[in-house]
């Protein structure tokens, strides 16, 4: 079974920057597609950032483009979300996701699109 462990949460002001990692179990991460989502009280799950297996193809939401940046590392089984410009609005749990090898699906903008997640690490920013 594959495990998702995300960290670097926690409290910023506006304007800071933070950078959330997602340590993945396993030997075959550098065959995952993964991706970023957060979710903020009494919303759904959005889709934030995502990546290709190789890193070389990266997909991010209107909302973060421009201001954060996802990155891989396949040799450290890490997947990071780095987060400059932050808004009150980006204040979210943030779910790192893993899309099977074998899955069917090839898109990246949906839940559906993963097999497996983490528990979640809370960003919160203050105005």
């Known amino acids: 079974q594959v495990q998702l462990v995300e960290s670097g949460g926690g409290l910023v002001q506006a304007g800071g920057s933070l950078r959330l990692s997602c340590a993945v179990s396993g030997r075959t991460f550098s065959t995952y597609p993964m991706g970023w989502f957060r979710q903020a009280p009494g919303k759904e799950r959005e889709f934030a950032a995502a990546?290709?297996?190789?890193?070389?193809?990266?997909y991010y939401a209107d909302s973060v483009k421009g201001r954060f940046t996802i990155s891989r590392d396949n040799t450290k089984n890490t997947l990071a979300l780095q987060m400059n410009s932050l808004k009150p609005e980006d204040t979210a749990v943030y779910y790192c996701?893993?899309?099977?090898?074998?899955?069917?699906?090839?898109?990246?903008?949906?839940?559906?699109?993963?097999?497996?997640w983490g528990q979640g690490t809370q960003v919160t920013v203050s105005s």
């Open positions: 996701a893993a899309r099977n090898t074998y899955s069917s699906s090839s898109g990246y903008y949906t839940k559906t699109d993963y097999d497996y």
């Open positions: 990546i290709s297996t190789s890193g070389g193809n990266t």
